[in-house]
């Protein structure tokens, strides 16, 4: 599963800077970037994909919104700081989100019980009728607004303004998540990182790249994807394009073996049907390629063209224009 950790606030409509509402002189942004960081780090060690969003206020909510929008993320979250008097945890879902309703109950617990501050719980809130928060609204995926603490109750800041309490304000986000879903800790078996090879997703265990540079927490949160493993133990990784030490990797999943019988796959665009039916050279409609999935039910080769049958619409298409997921 694929999950944003979106930091809120950091920039405003016109590029400046927004700190969000401010208590005691910390800045709600500067807070909750720090939650949202550890939210991360603690979620990287399960079997999910987790990207921060905004972590140097680099953009804007809307920006922040058509970012998630385009990444294909089952689950977005926004971390924020509640204001204007108050205490406790609370966390906003899409009206009528039964799944959202039960995500945002389970993520206020978990952080009220583990500051030890009142839980509010899960909420909604509506303008007209539709969601209030321009997050929840027009976030296409599972999205949750979530109210750490109240930054101007010295009580409820004094929670999180020191690196421990950040940290268990994310842990507690994160475990909240991790039970929900059921997602399951990755196992921390060095021998596995033998099977590293190019193709293989990995995880960043260690603190450095190989040129001795910090690896930023937001890099070490997401899974890569090795692009070459050479002679001395350096490996690429392809998002980042930077060579890490295979020592400093953990295995998420080996490489994939390619198409085969079985694989879940999807279409690329401008695709064409094989197969040796009238239908052979046709355009592939858009609606039958990627994000949508198809099942390999069948491989040979149809004039000459190394073909697999998606039996969900019991159509060839030539494998080379199709991509394991
Ligand atoms: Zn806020």
């Not at 949750?144 to 842990?171: H, M, P, W, Y």
């Not at 994807?225 to 133990?233: E, Q």
Request: glycine letters at 12%.
């Amino acid at each position: 599963m694929k999950i944003a950790i979106s930091i809120g606030h950091g920039r405003n409509a016109s590029g400046g800077y927004d700190s969000g509402a401010v208590g005691g002189g910390y800045h709600e942004f500067k807070l909750a970037k720090e939650i949202g960081k550890y939210a991360g780090e603690a979620l990287a060690v399960y079997d999910c994909d987790v990207d921060i969003i905004n972590y140097n206020g680099e953009a804007y909510l809307t920006d922040r919104i058509n970012y998630i929008n385009k990444g294909g993320y089952d689950l977005a979250l926004e971390i924020h700081l509640n204001a204007n008097g108050g205490t406790g945890s609370e966390v906003y879902y899409k009206h009528g989100n039964t799944a959202g309703k039960k995500l945002a109950a389970a993520i206020s617990k978990s952080i009220a019980d583990n500051l030890g501050i009142k839980n509010r719980g899960a909420k909604i809130k509506l303008s007209g009728n539709v969601d209030y928060f321009g997050f929840v609204r027009s976030v296409k995926c599972q999205s949750l607004l979530v109210e750490t603490v109240f930054i101007d109750t010295a009580s409820d800041r004094n929670k999180v303004v020191t690196a421990a309490g950040q940290k268990k304000c994310g842990q507690a986000i994160a475990s909240a998540i991790a039970n929900y879903y059921g997602l399951k800790k990755l196992a921390a078996s060095p021998s596995l990182v033998t099977s590293i090879g190019a193709g293989s997703t990995v995880k960043i265990t260690g603190k450095c790249y190989a040129t001795g540079q910090t690896i930023p927490v937001w890099v070490k949160a997401r899974n890569h994807t090795v692009k070459s493993v050479n002679a001395n133990g350096k490996v690429l990784l392809k998002e980042i394009n930077s060579y890490v030490w295979a020592d400093d990797l953990q295995l998420v999943k080996s490489a994939k073996k390619g198409i085969v019988v079985g694989s879940t796959v999807t279409i690329k665009s401008g695709s064409v049907y094989g197969g040796l039916s009238t239908a052979r050279g046709k355009a592939i409609p858009k609606e039958q390629l990627a994000p949508k999935k198809h099942k390999v039910t069948k491989i040979q080769t149809n004039n000459g063209v190394r073909e697999a049958l998606l039996g969900d619409i019991l159509s060839w298409v030539a494998v080379s224009s199709l991509t394991e997921v």
